[in-house]
């Protein structure tokens, strides 16, 4: 189905100095990582300094946030920050959003801000992507910012979701698509939701890049990890969790080879603490 190259990305968000950070980075370029992306979380790095900081200390890898929990930001601020990141990063930068993560409602309220329902957020992602675009279309005479963003028209717009609303949205204004499938779901769940997506974008599916998260990689998985995951996680690689990957290297690219032709899935991202084991898998299929 698809005829795009894989692209590769690594999940990060916490170190104990700004040069293990830095370290971070680099060893993920090192890696064949096409993509370094930081969550938003007030337990985490903030993600557009450490975004910032990580495109210094590399050469060719590109950041964001994966992703902005939009509810909590002006649709103006987003704009500025976005032709901003994009000035500091080289071109680099790639701008996620979301309609607000589970947890999200926490943040909101030691920040002092309002959370809204899920229709209040989807509507204000709605209106910061109008706002990011209009400030970029701007760019030619129509700003007094002195600003100009490297990537033109501007940095590429991924939005994540599940939900038919979202989806809804992402297939008319994103240009990549995280789909949103919880780590209990299995191959015939993500076909589903990339069913859903294609349902909704119509004619324009085939313009979509289309990405999945991956929670974890190899069978042996820590037991700790059952929070995160929603569930034991050897239960749920023997339930055939689409978002563990296991098998030997050559297995686990197969697994993507066959879920990019038969779905569409090109560009692919992993939880950081499995940026090593998952490493030989991106040497087998980067750029392919």
């Known amino acids: 189905m698809s005829t795009r190259s894989f692209r590769f990305g690594v999940v990060a968000a916490l170190a104990p100095t700004a040069n293990a950070w830095a370290a971070t980075a680099r060893r993920a370029e090192d890696l064949g990582f096409t993509n370094l992306l930081v969550p938003d979380t007030l337990g985490t790095l903030s993600p557009l300094p450490a975004l910032a900081a990580a495109a210094t200390a590399t050469t060719s890898l590109r950041v964001g946030p994966f992703v902005l929990n939009t509810p909590l930001y002006a649709p103006a601020a987003v704009a500025h920050d976005t032709v901003s990141m994009d000035v500091l990063t080289g071109g680099r930068f790639e701008l996620g959003l979301g309609a607000g993560r ?83 779901g299995t191959e015939y769940d993500l076909a589903a939701k990339v069913g859903e997506l294609r349902d909704v974008a119509g004619d324009r599916f085939d313009a979509l890049e289309l990405s999945v998260n991956l929670a974890g990689v190899g069978a042996d998985l820590p037991a700790w990890m059952a929070r995160q995951l929603g569930g034991d996680p050897a239960e749920l690689v023997r339930r055939g969790s689409a978002a563990i990957l296991t098998g030997t290297p050559a297995e686990m690219a197969d697994t993507l080879l066959r ?27 980067a750029g392919r």
Do not use: C, W
């Open 102 to 184: 589970p947890g999200g409602e926490r943040d909101a309220e030691r920040l002092g801000l309002s959370f809204g329902t899920p229709g209040e957020r989807v509507r204000h992602l709605a209106e910061t992507i109008r706002v990011v675009k209009a400030a970029l279309d701007k760019q030619d005479g129509g700003s007094q910012s002195p600003l100009r963003a490297v990537q033109q028209p501007g940095p590429p717009i991924l939005v994540a979701g599940a939900g038919r609303r979202l989806l809804t949205l992402a297939a008319r204004e994103a240009d990549i698509v995280a789909l949103g499938v919880a780590p209990q």
């Open 259 to 285: 879920r990019r032709d038969a779905l569409g899935i090109s560009y692919v991202s992993v939880n950081g603490m499995f940026m090593e084991e998952f490493a030989p898998v991106v040497e087998r299929l």
